[in-house]
C-alpha cells in the first residue's frame, strides 16, 4: 500500500540547476497538489492538477512548472533553482471534488545553495 | 487576506492534560470543510479530523475532537488527555466546496507535551 511516493526525498542544487520532483499516486485519486513547507509559513501551494492533462497555479508558483501527462503522476519542475526554493515540498492526493482529507507524501526535502 | 489563523504558535500542555488548539477561518461559502493535521518531528503529514459545515454534530476520532462554532467561524482542536507523542506541529486547514478549491493551511501550532 504504497499511497502517495515522492522521489527524490533529499537533493541539493547549486543555483541555475535544475531538477524535477516526481509524485506518483496509486489511489487512482482525480486530484494532485504540490505544497511547500518553510517554517512558520504552513503549508503554501505551488501548483495544483484536477485530472489527467490539467494543471492551476496555486498560492506561490512562480520559479516552477508541473506536468500531468498521466493520472497517477504530478512532476513539479524547477529550471533555474534559487536559493529561496530550499524549502521541504510535498505532494498531496485527493479522491475527487467532493472527497475528504489529503493524502500526502512523506515530502522531498530540497536544498539550493 | 488569511483564509486561517492559527493564533497560538507554540503551546505546552502536561501530560494528560487537556489542551485546545485554536484555528479561525474565513470563508462566504455556505459549504466548506475544515481539516485538523499532525506533523510530527518525523516529517510526515497525519490527518487527524475533518467537519464538514453542515455538520450538526462536532466531529470527534477518538482523543480528537473539533470545537465547531459556525457562527464565529471558528474550528478548535481539542486533545484530551496529553501524550508525550502528541508533542508536534498541528496544521488547520479548510477546503470551500465550490470549484476546485484546494485546501488552504493555516501557519500551525507546535504542541509541546511535557511529562
Known amino acids: 500500500n504504497a499511497g502517495v511516493t515522492q522521489t527524490p526525498k533529499f537533493r541539493v542544487l547549486k543555483t541555475g540547476q535544475s531538477m524535477t520532483l516526481l509524485c506518483a499516486q496509486d489511489m487512482n485519486h482525480e486530484y494532485m497538489y504540490w505544497y511547500r513547507q518553510d517554517p512558520g509559513m504552513g503549508l503554501r501551494l505551488i501548483h495544483y492538477?484536477?485530472?489527467?492533462?490539467?494543471?492551476a497555479k496555486g498560492e506561490v508558483p512562480d520559479g516552477y512548472n508541473v506536468s500531468r501527462l498521466k493520472k497517477q503522476n504530478f512532476l513539479l519542475g524547477l529550471e533555474s533553482a534559487a536559493p529561496s526554493q530550499t524549502s521541504v515540498y510535498f505532494c498531496a492526493s485527493r479522491l475527487g471534488v467532493f472527497a475528504g482529507e489529503l493524502f500526502f507524501g512523506e515530502g522531498s526535502r530540497l536544498t539550493v545553495l | 487576506a488569511q483564509k486561517i489563523t492559527q493564533t497560538q504558535p507554540g503551546m505546552f500542555v502536561q501530560e494528560k492534560e487537556a489542551v485546545t488548539l485554536d484555528c479561525t477561518y474565513d470563508t462566504s461559502d455556505q459549504s466548506y470543510g475544515l481539516f485538523w493535521y499532525k506533523q510530527p518531528s518525523s516529517g510526515e503529514m497525519i490527518f487527524l479530523i475533518y467537519?464538514?459545515?453542515?455538520?450538526?454534530q462536532n466531529a470527534t476520532e477518538g482523543r480528537y475532537s473539533l470545537n465547531f462554532q459556525k457562527a464565529r467561524k471558528s474550528a478548535n482542536l481539542v486533545i484530551s488527555a496529553s501524550q508525550l507523542g502528541d508533542s508536534a506541529m498541528y496544521f488547520c486547514?479548510?477546503?470551500?466546496?465550490?470549484?476546485?478549491?484546494?485546501?488552504?493551511f493555516g501557519k500551525g501550532t507546535r504542541l509541546s507535551v511535557i511529562a
Open positions: 467537519q464538514g459545515s453542515y455538520d450538526e
Open positions: 486547514a479548510m477546503r470551500e466546496d465550490s470549484g476546485n478549491t484546494p485546501l488552504v
Open positions: 492538477s484536477v485530472g489527467e492533462g490539467t494543471t
